[in-house]
């Protein structure tokens, strides 16, 4: 079976799930940047997630997944294979318990937070204006303002190639800064996730979200297509500092951007490419390794192929 054969096979046993084959990925991103995927998957139910999951395992079919696309860069060439995007079908939020929230790993981080500040639960205040869903954030470790995923997770509920769906307990998630076990575990698909928060007063809970939400929209290019930031902190320096301190603020490269608002941030300033991105990229990585000895590392996660050469 050819790998065009194998995709549509696996297109034909999904019955709960919007298929596309060849899709632009740049309509799935928040950068608004991709070339197309071979089969974007959008699945509605855990059965249809994990059967497509698999079956990409047995007709051997690339298989790539992401969250709701807003920490990614997918390269102009696409994807070949297949990508499930868990976001937004594969959502729903329950309360389980006294300060327990469980959470399917599509559901969007904004409707996560309200979903806290309803049931008048302190701990995600720091998450109001992450635009990722819930398996991209525990995946990514994502965090603000002090806080992050990994200390309010309690266990993940992940389907293994191995064991099939299981929970996986805190303390085998390997938290780190912006690391878990599912950057290095290629064989688990996150399906939802409970989270242990503290019981608190609903009008200080609001206070302390509108008060994260102003800085947010103070100091971060909102009304521009982006990743977030664009590399992770080094240990001891701060990368918006260094990229101003190098007068690189606003540098532009094609349609990519270092942002105005915030270094930090690469944003899309016109019908930017994925090389332009990267380029951009590392640009910004030789001259901070020049001037301050510092690697930058991506936080940015990229996939895909680059575009092929133009045809003289």
């Known amino acids: 079976m050819t790998r065009d054969e194998s995709l549509v096979s696996i297109a034909r046993k999904l019955s709960d799930s919007r298929v596309l084959f060849s899709e632009p990925m740049a309509n799935h991103t928040s950068f608004r940047i991709g070339g197309p995927c071979d089969l974007l998957v959008l699945p509605r139910t855990v059965e249809d997630a994990v059967l497509a999951w698999t079956m990409c395992r047995d007709l051997s079919v690339p298989c790539y997944i992401v969250g709701n696309g807003t920490n990614l860069l997918v390269k102009d060439g696409g994807i070949r294979g297949c990508l499930i995007k868990m976001a937004p079908g594969l959502s729903g939020i329950e309360r389980n318990g006294a300060g327990t929230l469980f959470a399917k790993s599509g559901t969007l981080l904004p409707r996560l937070v309200q979903a806290a500040l309803e049931h008048e639960l302190s701990g995600l205040e720091f998450a109001v204006g992450i635009p990722g869903s819930v398996g991209g954030a525990v995946t990514m470790n994502a965090g603000a303002y002090g806080g992050d995923f990994g200390s309010l997770v309690t266990r993940v509920q992940a389907a293994s190639l191995e064991d099939g769906i299981r929970w996986f307990d805190k303390d085998e998630l390997e938290f780190d800064y912006r690391h878990s076990l599912f950057q290095t575990r290629n064989d688990l698909l996150i399906l939802g996730v409970e989270l242990g928060l503290a019981e608190g007063d609903r009008e200080s809970i609001y206070e302390l979200m509108q008060t994260r939400a102003k800085e947010r929209e103070a100091k971060q290019p909102l009304n521009m297509p982006s ?7 080094p240990k001891g320096h701060y990368v918006g500092a260094m990229i101003d301190a190098l007068g690189m603020k606003g540098l532009r490269y094609g349609g990519a951007q ?14 930017a490419t994925a090389k332009d991105v990267l380029t951009l990229m590392s640009i910004i990585q030789e001259r901070v390794k020049e001037a301050f000895g510092v690697d930058l590392e991506p936080e940015v996660i990229v996939i895909g192929e680059d575009a092929p050469p133009p045809i003289e």
């Open 227 to 233: 990743a977030g930031s664009a590399f992770r902190r």
């Open 258 to 271: 270092v942002s105005e608002r915030h270094s930090g941030f690469i944003v899309n300033a016109g019908n």
